[in-house]
């Protein structure tokens, strides 16, 4: 299969998410579907998509399997899904763990653990690093890989490979170590992920806002 485009990546992360998170407003129309790539929570990067640009996006992952468009006859509107579970035969946990990587990019396991809660429940990051040993290791073709562990960093990040292979971070060239670099390549590395965990809840809090406002709209 040829690697997925950054917008066919969005969509079908989209598309995967709304389907566990949503489930009573999937499979989504096109403004929808729209309104999900580009929603500013729990995205990275944020991106602000035409609905042309989404409807090609669909249309290549039709044709690669991975999405499928359906219009009922009583209704008007097309609607679309995905197809990642039937295609890879995917469980839920590993389903879950890729779709976050599809939204968010290259995460750390603690990462994924929080950030995959709204669609699996993990009870360890045993268990999420189970889920991603899964994915690396199927056969024939992996769809995760384990990234080099960047300095400062207490956990190594993990990315998906549907678009082809992941690019690794530069290392730092040793001459421009000193010696108090690792303490604050340490401090730099925790800082981050918190303040990573910090913008997660606030993006889930808003998510969980707007889902809330919509499901009052309908009920009048």
């Avoid at 999900?36 to 996006?57: F, T």
């Avoid at 890989?145 to 960047?150: D, S, T």
């Amino acid at each position: 299969m040829d690697p997925l485009s950054p917008v066919e990546v969005r969509v079908l992360g989209s598309l995967i998410e709304k389907d566990i998170t949503t489930p009573d407003y999937y499979p989504l129309t096109l403004n929808a579907l729209t309104n999900a790539c580009n929603q500013s929570s729990n995205r990275d990067p944020v991106v602000s998509y035409a609905e042309h640009d989404v409807v090609r996006g669909i249309d290549l992952l039709r044709e690669k399997k991975l999405a499928f468009m359906f219009q009922g006859a009583d209704s008007r509107v097309a609607k679309f899904g995905h197809r990642i579970a039937e295609t890879f035969e995917l469980p839920r946990p590993e389903t879950a763990v890729l779709c976050v990587l599809l939204l968010r990019g290259p995460q750390t396991p603690g990462e994924l653990r929080g950030r995959t809660a709204r669609m699996h429940e993990f009870a360890s990051l045993e268990e999420v690093e189970v889920a991603l040993r899964e994915l690396i290791d199927r056969t024939p073709v992996p769809l995760a890989v384990k990234l080099p562990r960047q300095p400062g960093m207490k956990e190594p990040r993990y990315a998906q490979l549907l678009s082809g292979e992941a690019s690794l971070p530069a290392p730092v060239p040793a001459q421009e170590a000193s010696p108090a670099a690792p303490v604050a390549q340490a401090d730099e590395g925790r800082l981050a992920s918190l303040e990573a965990e910090a913008r997660a809840l606030r993006g889930e809090v808003a998510e969980l806002r707007r889902e809330i406002a919509e499901l009052r709209g309908l009920l009048g």
